[in-house]
């Protein structure tokens, strides 16, 4: 179903540090995962994907980890960047539609 | 990577008039393309799929009569805001979906900042 929007909760973290972003889904039917990040006025921007087939895939910097039996996504980012500072979201869906649901999402703060 | 131009990316309409919002695929077709609203600090909300040459399907709660979608190309989609309301504004954001072989990326376009005065 659809996700109810709430609040963005936040995460802190210091420049160079590593930060983990997660995420919970609500179809166990989705098959395709994908993490948008989201600056302050613009659209959402393409980061990393994942289908169920897998449970892991490293992009530049940011691995996605993908553990279907508690539906749960995760976000890494290595050796955060000030530039890295956005709003992420996840966003789930059936290979057969293409439509996106996107999770509550999380601020990411990076402070030097 | 693909492009999805929406436009404008701001406006500003008194309440009871109609705003319309255009979405453009610049480099590939899109047959099906999706309207999301954004509230201040929440997720996107799937509003409705746009559907080319027939009618758009919406989410439920979404007021289709409010909401006016139409996809007359392959490469523009727009949504009209009929009788706008302060209560609708809000940031209107739309996507398309590009097969890139195995997988069907979405790419965004820019938003809309809907204020309704």
């Known amino acids: 179903g659809e996700s109810v929007g709430l609040h963005l909760p936040t995460l802190s973290v210091q420049e160079g540090d590593n930060s983990i972003i997660n995420c919970a889904y609500s179809?166990?039917?989705?098959?395709?995962f994908i993490w948008y990040k989201q600056e302050s006025g613009k659209g959402p921007q393409f980061i990393i994907d994942?289908?169920?087939?897998?449970d892991k895939r490293q992009g530049q910097r940011v691995t996605v980890l993908l553990n279907k039996t508690v539906k749960h996504l995760s976000l890494q980012i290595a050796a955060t960047q000030p530039g890295d500072s956005a709003v992420y979201f996840c966003a789930e869906s059936d290979l057969n539609t293409d439509k996106l649901i996107f999770g509550t999402g999380t601020r990411l703060q990076v402070f030097p | 990577g693909a492009v999805v131009s929406q436009h404008p990316s701001r406006v500003i309409c008194k309440s009871g008039t109609s705003v319309k919002i255009e979405c453009r695929s610049l480099?590939?077709?899109?047959?099906?393309m999706f309207w999301y609203r954004q509230f201040p600090k929440q997720s996107l909300m799937l509003m409705a799929t746009s559907n080319e040459g027939s009618k758009a399907t919406y989410e439920q709660g979404v007021e289709k009569d409010k909401f006016l979608i139409n996809h007359a190309s392959l490469t523009l989609s727009t949504l009209t805001v009929t009788s706008a309301h302060p209560e609708d504004s809000s940031f209107y954001i739309c996507?398309?979906?590009?097969?890139?072989?195995?997988?069907?990326?979405?790419?965004f376009g820019q938003g809309t900042r809907l204020t309704v005065v």
């Open positions: 994942i289908r169920s087939n897998m």
């Open positions: 480099d590939f077709q899109a047959t099906t």
């Open positions: 179809n166990s039917a989705s098959d395709y």
């Open positions: 996507s398309a979906p590009w097969w890139q072989g195995r997988n069907t990326e979405a790419f």
